[in-house]
Nanobody, 124 residues
Framework: QLQLVESGGGLVQPGGSLRLSCAASGFTLDYYAIGWFRQAPGKEREGVSC????????KYADSVKGRFTISRDNAENTGYLQMNSLKPEDTAVYFC?????????????????WGQGIQVTVSS
């Protein structure tokens, strides 16, 4: 069974850091781009970051550039999102997803496997 499982979320104070993990099972991530998305209450889901299958190219939403870093370890079949300098507006449910292509693409579409999501709350 193909599955993506996020971990590492929680409650953090503004300015703090969290590292999200996305562990894949039932398939290998080697040939897939990995994306991270988030959905805040009352808002639509938005793309946060993407990394190509090789890890050679990454892209970020303007709102997280310079604060978030996406990475992957294909040997561990896991993707990561390091989130630094967190702000209250980063509060959301975060999802990882995979695209059946090596590239990230020009838009945030084309993802066909999704994790269940994990809560990130930034609050003092």
């Amino acid at each position: 069974q193909l599955q993506l499982v996020e971990s590492g979320g929680g409650l953090v104070q503004p300015g703090g850091s969290l590292r999200l993990s996305c562990a894949a099972s039932g398939f290998t991530l080697d040939y897939y781009a990995i994306g991270w998305f988030r959905q805040a209450p009352g808002k639509e889901r938005e793309g946060v970051s993407c990394i190509t299958n090789s890890g050679g190219y990454t892209k970020y939403a303007d709102s997280v550039k310079g604060r978030f870093t996406i990475s992957r370890d294909n040997a561990e079949n896991t993707g990561y999102l390091q989130m630094n300098s967190l702000k209250p507006e980063d509060t959301a449910v975060y999802f990882c997803a995979t695209r059946p292509f090596r590239s990230c693409g020009s838009s945030w579409g084309g993802y066909d496997h999704w994790g269940q999501g994990i809560q990130v709350t930034v609050s003092s």
